[in-house]
Every structure is written in structure tokens, then in C-alpha cells.
């Protein structure tokens, strides 16, 4: 826009920064694992929080800062929302297929279908529990974490509705050898932890500056 400077920033990621090689281990392994949306989350929330004037009394939450967390959270936990119920009818598709009901509730796909459909259950109902967050001060390291911790918890269900939706897909393969579907399935997530290495090697979060830094 014009009278209005632009702001630039210079990336430094892991493969350009010094850093101690069990950081990276573990930058790495919460990437693969959870998609870094712990981290993503205690950078974020993290920047809500500053020292107040006289460093003997404690923390306090910035109130700017704090509103544009909530805005952006909130955004978060629709598209969580939005992700977990298709991935209820995904679930609700798979045990109407005639192959799977047939087998009854001892059938392992059908189990970890009805685990996934109960997980992606429990992350819509905790999004909408959290959907707005409570007003939050770090008084210390165990409220951080318990923070973290519950504003998390609808995204680490609906991980656990993916894998073991995945999960129930394989094994059926498996059972009925579909080496074709299972070659495939072995391929295409061997890519995608594949990517997400590359991508977490090439890039650096920076939640504090882009997201609420403009407060």
C-alpha cells in the first residue's frame, strides 16, 4: 500500500543455523510425528506473555497480542472441525461397505474405523469447548503447559482419527492381500514424511513475528 512500508524478514532454517544436533532431533521428530502443531501453538501463545515491570511479580498477558492468538486459534479449530467431520463420513462410508459390516465388530479395520470415528467425535467436541480460549496468564511453567496441552488436545484427535483411519485401511489390505492398494499406501506416505522433513530442513517458524508481531 502506498505511505506504508513493507516488512521483510530473512529465514534461517535448520540446515543454515547452528544448532545442537538433539534440538534438531527433536524439531524434526515433532514435524513427523504431530506436524510441529504443538510447537506451532506454544510459539504462538508463548508471544501472548511478557514480564511485567518489576520482574519479582510474574508474568502478564499482552491484551492486543492475546486477541489476535484468540482470532487466529479460532481459525484453527474451524478448519480442525471441518477436517474431522469429513473425516467422520469417511468413516461412516467405510463401515457401510459390504465387505467390512459383513465381518462384524471383531474385524480389525472395523475396530480401528470405529476408534477413528470416536476420535474425530472427541476432537469436534473439544473444538467447540475451546473454540474461544479463557483468558490465560503463564503464573508458570506448569500453566504454560497445561495450556498448550488442552488448546492442542482437538488437533492431536483428529491426528489420532487419521492414523487410525489409515491404519484400518492397511490392515484390510493386508487381510484380503491387496498388494496393489497396499504398495500404494506404503508409497504415498513414504512421500509425504518425505516432504515433511524437507519442509521442516528449509523452513523457520516464526508465529511470534508474522502472526501476532503486527500487534
Not at 98 to 126: C, E, F, N, V
Not at 135 to 142: Q, V
Not at 167 to 186: D, E
Request: hydrophobic share 45%.
Amino acid at each position: 500500500m502506498r505511505g506504508r512500508m513493507s516488512r521483510t524478514l530473512s529465514c534461517e532454517p535448520p540446515l543454515r543455523k547452528p544448532t545442537p544436533l538433539s534440538n534438531r532431533l527433536n524439531g524434526l521428530l515433532s514435524m513427523l510425528s504431530v506436524l510441529d502443531h504443538p510447537g506451532f501453538l506454544g510459539r504462538a501463545l508463548g508471544a501472548t506473555q511478557q514480564n511485567r515491570a518489576n520482574p519479582g511479580d510474574g508474568r502478564e498477558t499482552n491484551i492486543e497480542k492475546w486477541m489476535a492468538f484468540c482470532d487466529m486459534f479460532q481459525k484453527d479449530i474451524e478448519n480442525i472441525n471441518l477436517l474431522a467431520t469429513v473425516l467422520l463420513t469417511a468413516n461412516f462410508s467405510f463401515l457401510a461397505i459390504q465387505s467390512i459390516d459383513a465381518q462384524g465388530l471383531s474385524y480389525w479395520p472395523q475396530r480401528l474405523s470405529y476408534t477413528s470415528l470416536l476420535s474425530a467425535m472427541g476432537s469436534i467436541l473439544m473444538g467447540l469447548a475451546v473454540r474461544t480460549p479463557r483468558f490465560f496468564t503463564a503464573h508458570s511453567s506448569e500453566y504454560f503447559q497445561i495450556m498448550v496441552l488442552v488448546l492442542g488436545f482437538p488437533f492431536e484427535l483428529f491426528l489420532y482419527s487419521v492414523f487410525f483411519f489409515i491404519t484400518a485401511l492397511v490392515v484390510h489390505f493386508v487381510t484380503h492381500t491387496a498388494k496393489f492398494q497396499f504398495a500404494a499406501a506404503i508409497l504415498i506416505f513414504s512421500l509425504v514424511f518425505v516432504c515433511l522433513g524437507l519442509y521442516w530442513l528449509v523452513t523457520e517458524p516464526q508465529e511470534k513475528d508474522l502472526c501476532l508481531g503486527s500487534c
